[in-house]
Structures are given as structure tokens and as C-alpha cells.
């Protein structure tokens, strides 16, 4: 057997726990196919991710990290993943603004009834992040290490 | 200064206020620092008001607020911003503040004068309030120089935010304007980088950095009663750097936390040792909330909601920041 050395890319996907995990649940039910790099973490509420959450994945060696959660409109808790729309867009910003390169995070807005969409997005989201490689900014702002 | 001095001595008197907070003499001549005075003798033998007295003292009004009686409060235009944005916060009592809004015309900064060339430095003189405020004379070991006064300032007073006081009880002494670049002029230079010139100007910049945490002490925003920052471990001070991901994160971190409720009083810049240009975090978030969710200026009042704490139907989508290249 020969040795794989394939990149293979470390995901983490939070995920509501209403509309995107659910729709992640209806993916994995109507046999539908994304890649195994995708790690999805369970939140009540895309609000809860903390933006620290998405840098402390880095941190930790993630290569991507990408938030699903309702349609703005349809957050279980009415209003909550406004507040992380805007949160996650200025992050973002910030990211780009320190270098780290562009498309490394994603919010995508998934529904409990959009097992399609989950699966079409992460399986762009892992093409995406398998062209930039692996993730080195993020983890070495500072140089003393 | 001498009638600010006045001022202050005639409240104590009269019992309006317990104590004043204002600046006093460091031990060098351009070193001044906040301080409390209680009595007439040591406003009289201390206290300085002159260009160097860069100090916001919103933030320790956070303290003075817990005190028994009124602090009589000496707050320059952009510090009454802070002022506002503590009040909002509910971290300062108004009742317990008599401001007086004093006169500014422009700050300075030592460091500024240093990165002349300008060496040795004994003595500044031309920084008094009442000056014209057009050449300082820094007398230095090696004899005297000359320098421009807006050469000499903070960073923060190239882009001053007007000479309005946005609160206070009274005004004292003259302002004056002394912005003279953009404010995101700086921010659009960087923005304009490549990724990997971005990356490389923000590693060598953080990479000064030592963890002293000035920053976060002297920021008004930053007043929470426990940091994310203190060590749970041990005395509530104590940094916890001991963990690789804040040394790394930290300024991305602090940034993210004050986003919103900055004021961009420029505080950061001006205490850094290590000279890093914190401004520049606090701006690209500032910059980004002005683009992203209309223009907004923390503590211009202490009403309205915070661009976080709000949101509208139809924000941007964060996707805004891949698609605008």
C-alpha cells in the first residue's frame, strides 16, 4: 500500500443546533456526500460562536473554519444570528486586514430542510481550503514562539 | 494652568467636590502623570496642565465613582468621548463627576521628538497651554533645538476629533483643531497591501510586543471587572500568558472586544513601549462599522445602541468581505 500524502485539511464547522445541524442530519440521511475533513461542532445558536471560538480553532490547527446557522429571519431564538451576521463580517474583515487569506472562514445559512445546500457548501468549502493548503498566518502572528 | 488651579482649590473649599483629578509633575519634565489631590497645598506644589498631559482620565473615574462625594474631573475634548461611553456602560456615576472641560491644543509625544533624532533630552519648553503651541525648545545635553509643535504630537492629534466637549460642567482654557491627515488614511495604505505584505507588517509589528499589557490597563473600553486576559489560576492580575494562544491572539482579541465601544482615543498607541501601532486594530474595526453599518462615533452620547448590540433586516452578508476582492 503506498503511502497518502495527500493534503488532508482540518474543518471546523459550527453548526446550529435548529436549522444547520439538522440540515447536516438530513444530508447524512438522504446519502449525501462531503468530505470527512469537515468537523461539525454543535451550538445552541450561531450567536454563540464567539469570534475567539474561530480564531482559538486556528489556534488549535484548523485550516478552515466555516458557521452555519439560520436564515437570517428564521433564528430559533428570533434575532440571534443577526447579531452574529455582523460579529462574523467584521472578523472577517479583520482577517483579511492581518493577511491571513481570504476564504479560509465562511458563514453559509443553512436550513434543517437544505440537506443539499449543506453538502454542496462543504464540499466547495473543502475544495477551497485543499487550494490555499495548510493554514500558517493564523497560528503565527507572532513569530516568538 | 494657574487658573485651573484656582478652580479646583475653590471647589475643595467650598466642599463641592472631594478631591480633584487632574495631572502632576513626573520627574522629568515631560513626564506628567494622572494623580488625586485632596488638599490646596498639593494642587499648589503639583499639579501640571501642559501639552504633555496626554492622559485620558476617563478611566479612572471608574474608581472615583466608588468614592464617597464628587471628584472634580479635568476631561480634554476627545477624553470626554470615553467619558460618555462609561456612562453608556454604566461604569461611571455622573453624579459623582464635576468635569471641567479643559482647553487642548494638540498633545504631545515624547517619543515623537526622540524619533527626530532630537537626543538627550533635559527639558521642554513651549508646551504651556497658553503658548502659541507653534515651536517647542527642547533643551537637550548637547544644547538646544527646535522642533515644530505639530511634529511633536501624538498620533492620535493628527486626527483630532474637533475641539468640542461632548460632557462636561464647564469649560476652561482654549481648544483648538489640530487635525491636519485622514483618519483612515493609514487603514486604506494597509488595505491596499497584498495578503502576504499585510501579513508580514502585522508579524513584525506584534512581534515587538511584550505581553505588559499597558494597553489594556490604560484603555477605557477595556473596564471589565475580570479580563479574559487575567489568569484564573492565581491573584486576578496575574497575565496568563502561560497560554500560546492569547500571547498570539491578543491584540486581534482586545481589538474585537472594545469594536464598537472604541472611541479611538488613541490611548493604546501612546502608553505601547514597544511603540507598536495599536490604533491601526481599533481604526479597521471603526472603519469597518462606518462602511458596513453607517457612520458611528462611541460616546458622542451616552444613549444610543452600540453597532454589536444593534443589527437591521438586510446587513451585509459576511461573504462581502471574499466577493470585494
Not at chain 1, 433564528?75 to 486586514?97: K, P, V
Not at chain 2, 492569547?246 to 472611541?263: N, P, S
Amino acid at each position: 500500500m503506498s503511502m497518502n500524502n495527500e493534503f488532508k485539511p482540518k474543518i471546523v464547522a459550527f453548526c446550529c443546533n435548529w436549522c444547520s445541524y439538522a440540515g447536516a442530519d438530513l444530508a447524512g440521511s438522504s446519502r449525501l456526500q462531503y468530505p470527512a475533513d469537515v468537523k461539525i461542532i454543535r451550538v445552541p445558536c450561531s450567536c454563540r460562536v464567539n469570534p475567539m471560538f474561530i480564531l482559538r480553532a486556528f489556534e488549535k490547527g484548523a485550516d478552515g473554519v466555516i458557521m452555519c446557522g439560520c436564515h437570517p429571519g428564521d433564528c430559533h431564538y428570533s434575532t440571534g444570528n443577526y447579531y452574529a451576521r455582523r460579529r462574523m463580517t467584521l472578523l472577517f474583515s479583520m482577517l483579511e486586514y492581518l493577511g491571513i487569506e481570504n476564504g479560509r472562514t465562511r458563514v453559509e445559512w443553512v436550513s434543517a430542510a437544505e440537506g443539499v445546500k449543506f453538502s454542496t457548501t462543504m464540499n466547495e468549502f473543502v475544495d477551497k481550503i485543499r487550494s490555499l493548503g495548510e493554514n500558517v498566518r493564523l497560528g503565527d502572528l507572532r513569530c516568538k514562539d | 494652568m494657574q487658573r485651573l488651579i484656582d478652580r479646583a482649590k475653590e471647589l475643595l473649599a467650598s466642599g463641592e467636590v472631594a478631591r480633584v483629578l487632574g495631572w502632576k509633575k513626573g520627574d522629568l519634565g515631560f513626564n506628567p502623570e494622572p494623580s488625586y489631590f485632596e488638599t490646596a497645598e498639593s494642587l499648589d506644589n503639583d499639579f501640571v496642565y501642559d501639552g504633555f498631559c496626554g492622559a485620558n482620565l476617563s478611566k479612572y473615574m471608574i474608581e472615583a465613582s466608588k468614592k464617597d462625594g464628587k471628584t472634580l474631573v479635568f476631561l480634554k475634548p476627545c477624553d470626554t468621548y470615553s467619558f460618555n461611553q462609561l456612562i453608556k456602560e454604566h461604569r461611571v456615576d455622573r453624579e459623582k463627576a464635576y468635569i471641567i472641560g479643559v482647553g487642548c491644543k494638540g498633545k504631545l509625544d515624547i517619543e515623537a521628538i526622540k524619533a527626530m533624532g532630537v537626543k538627550g533630552i533635559l527639558e521642554v519648553s513651549g508646551a504651556d497651554i497658553n503658548s502659541d503651541c507653534e515651536t517647542l525648545t527642547v533643551k537637550t545635553l548637547y544644547g538646544d533645538k527646535e522642533v515644530s509643535y505639530n511634529d511633536a504630537m501624538l498620533e492620535r492629534c493628527h486626527v483630532c476629533k474637533g475641539k468640542e466637549h461632548q460632557i462636561c460642567d464647564e469649560v476652561m482654557l482654549d481648544s483648538r483643531d489640530t487635525k491636519d491627515a485622514e483618519r483612515f488614511a493609514e487603514i486604506e495604505k494597509i488595505e491596499a497591501m497584498s495578503p502576504m505584505e499585510k501579513f508580514e507588517f502585522f508579524k513584525k509589528e506584534l512581534s515587538k510586543c511584550i505581553r505588559c499589557n499597558a494597553c489594556r490597563n490604560v484603555c477605557p473600553a477595556c473596564s471589565c471587572r475580570k479580563c479574559v486576559f487575567d489568569s484564573n489560576k492565581f491573584d486576578e492580575a496575574t497575565k496568563a500568558n502561560v497560554d500560546s494562544f492569547e500571547e498570539k491572539m491578543f491584540h486581534i482579541i482586545r481589538a474585537f472586544h472594545v469594536a464598537g465601544r472604541c472611541t479611538d482615543c488613541g490611548e493604546c498607541s501612546r502608553v505601547c513601549p514597544q511603540g507598536i501601532p495599536l490604533h491601526l486594530f481599533n481604526r479597521k474595526f471603526i472603519k469597518d462599522i462606518d462602511t458596513f453599518y453607517g457612520e458611528f462615533q462611541a460616546g458622542e452620547d451616552s444613549e444610543t445602541k452600540g453597532p454589536l448590540t444593534a443589527f437591521t433586516f438586510d446587513d451585509v452578508e459576511p461573504s462581502i468581505v471574499t466577493e470585494r476582492g
